[in-house]
């Protein structure tokens, strides 16, 4: 079945600096994959989500990459702000959102 | 739109007794997803449901766990005679449609079991 590696566990950036975080999907047959943003004891939210048939998606700070050939798809923050100190999760899917395979999180702090 | 509506937002529980977790889907809304969130940890996939249908409970343990969805009313998650292992937060999820697109998750529900 299909497993999602996240790295890092843990991210600390200046404030202002860009944050990256990768994810790696073993299932080629994969073809959603999106990105959701949990505040500390608030619930997960989408913040972007990217599909199979486009290799790069942007929404102002926020962009996200897709390779299939290599399976990875990496999360790309510019200019951090103190409001993007999260848990970031990548997860993946064929076609149903209750196949979707989450990762174990990335915990971003952005140092002030 | 309300959005997706869990209570309770906390519960205490002895080993041994029932909890009892709602989760009320936006509106217009009819796949429900339950998931599982340890302290420091991922989400864990718990169990879907459509109105009046389990259609994949295949992450939920067999025993002491159940989840329904009536045709009126909210969706319920119950553990029954909790252990300690099963302090954590459980969020529910509703989307309008299965395919992939938005999960709009609902604040969770912690349970602490004492």
């Known amino acids: 079945g299909e497993n999602v590696e996240q790295h890092p566990s843990t991210l600390s950036v200046q404030e202002g600096d860009s944050a990256v975080i990768k994810c790696t999907y073993s299932d080629s047959a994969s073809n959603y994959f999106p990105w959701y943003k949990q505040e500390l004891g608030k619930r997960p939210q989408l913040i972007i989500d990217i599909r199979s048939n486009v290799g790069e998606k942007k929404d102002q700070r926020i962009a996200v990459t897709l390779n299939k050939t290599a399976k990875h798809f990496s999360l790309h923050i510019t200019e951090t702000q103190p409001e993007d100190s999260a848990v970031y999760f990548c997860a993946a899917s064929m076609w149903s959102n209750y196949q979707l395979i989450w990762g174990a999180g990335t915990k971003l702090i952005i140092k002030p | 739109n309300a959005g997706v509506m869990q209570n309770p937002r906390h519960l205490v529980r002895r080993r041994g007794q029932e909890a009892r977790l709602r989760c009320s889907p936006m509106k217009g809304h009819s796949h429900v997803y339950w998931y599982r969130q340890l302290p420091e940890e991922g989400l864990k996939f718990m169990v879907y449901?459509?109105?009046?249908?389990?259609?994949?409970e295949s992450g939920m343990p067999k025993e002491r766990f159940s989840a329904e969805f009536p045709k009126e009313g909210p969706s319920i998650l119950r553990i029954q005679q909790v252990v300690r292992g099963d302090s954590a937060a459980y969020f529910c999820a509703s989307s309008q449609a299965v395919d992939t697109g938005e999960l709009f998750f609902g604040e969770g529900s912690r349970l602490t079991v004492l």
């Open positions: 449901l459509q109105k009046e249908n389990i259609i994949d």
